[in-house]
């Protein structure tokens, strides 16, 4: 059964996939397709490093948005340094939505800066400003602080597995006409406490590459403590994804469902997974980080009760049920 949600997904340079042809295979079941810009950090660093990769980016991006996808245009890296509010950041930002408007056009931008929506308001009022999942953006209070600088925003992704939780927010921002969208196969450790440090981490890896650095091999928190084997089964109880047959039940409490696309080996395994509501391997493939290689946890073992009995229960007994599930899903 394909999914009664539409999908945001992210561009990726083709390598082994052509990524236009994915998207046209699911093109009815996308929504859109969000995409990095030429020297712009964003939330995975510098991601389009010459003119001959905007090029084919812009090529592809063409074709998806004559097939009726909208595109959203990332500056969601969580610093920008000493150009954080600066003109040249503003002449770089203007003059990439200029170019995209006269050349293929563009719908959103997903932003973590205040600037960059705040400028974007004032120069293109009908663009929607979208807050970054980064933000951690996850009560009424978080929204209605930025209400002035974002028309959408992401679910902080610890919310994922509590709808009752979510459907407050939904209600707030249909009342303030507002969209609410979800990230639902982030492998990050939910509430990881070295978030801020791994994404500003992220943001500077190019002003880092420069240095002799003195600690080097760091991948990040996640994969050092996923990696001891007595915190195995934090595979479940310490993340946020939601599993593809799970989706439909997020139906009038979100506008829409990204799926984290850029850096995953096969997107089209991900993206079709997702739309048809069904997947038999290693849940953890699908998502990124991608950590299939430390664990296989047997997504086709779970119970059609998992998502259900999750959301109800306190922490104690959370724990104990994503340990006892574990038990059953791992091979």
């Not at 038999?280 to 047997?298: A, H, Q, T």
């Amino acid at each position: 059964m394909r999914s009664k949600l539409k999908f945001s997904i992210g561009y990726q340079l083709p390598d082994i996939h052509r990524f236009l042809d994915i998207v046209a295979e699911y093109a009815k079941d996308i929504g859109e397709v969000y995409f990095p810009w030429l020297d712009v950090n964003d939330g995975r660093g510098l991601t389009i490093r010459t003119q001959e990769e905007k090029s084919q980016m812009l090529q592809e991006l063409t074709e998806i948005h004559r097939m009726g996808i909208k595109l959203n245009m990332l500056w969601n890296a969580n610093c920008y340094g000493s150009t954080a509010i600066s003109k040249e950041l503003k002449i770089k930002l203007l003059d990439a939505v200029n170019f995209l408007q006269d050349c293929i056009g563009v719908d959103t931008v997903t932003t973590t800066s205040l600037f960059v929506a705040e400028t974007l308001k004032e120069e293109y009022p009908t663009l929607d400003l979208r807050a970054s999942v980064n933000m951690g953006i996850g009560t009424i209070s978080g929204m209605k602080y930025l209400k002035d600088y974002f028309d959408s925003f992401y679910l902080q992704r610890e919310l994922n597995r509590f709808p009752e939780k979510i459907k407050s927010l939904k209600q707030w921002c249909s009342e303030n006409g507002k969209k609410l969208y979800m990230l639902v196969n982030s492998g990050c450790l939910r509430f990881c406490s070295a978030h801020t440090f791994h994404d500003n981490l992220v943001s500077h890896e190019n002003e880092i590459a420069q240095h002799e650095n003195a600690w080097t091999g760091f991948r990040g928190v996640c994969w050092d403590f996923y990696s001891k084997p007595e915190n195995a089964y934090s595979f479940l109880q310490d993340s946020t994804w939601i599993r593809p047959e799970d989706i439909d039940s997020y139906a009038g409490l979100v506008d829409g469902i990204k799926l984290a696309t850029r850096s995953n080996k096969n997107p089209d395994k991900v993206i079709g997974s997702y739309v048809c509501g069904n997947f038999g391997g290693n849940m953890l493939s699908l998502c990124e980080p991608d950590f299939s290689g430390l664990c296989f946890i047997d997504n086709s073992q779970f119970p059609s009760s998992w998502r259900s009995r999750l959301s109800g229960l306190p922490d104690n007994e959370y724990e104990n049920y994503c340990k006892e599930i574990f038990a059953h899903v791992k091979r």
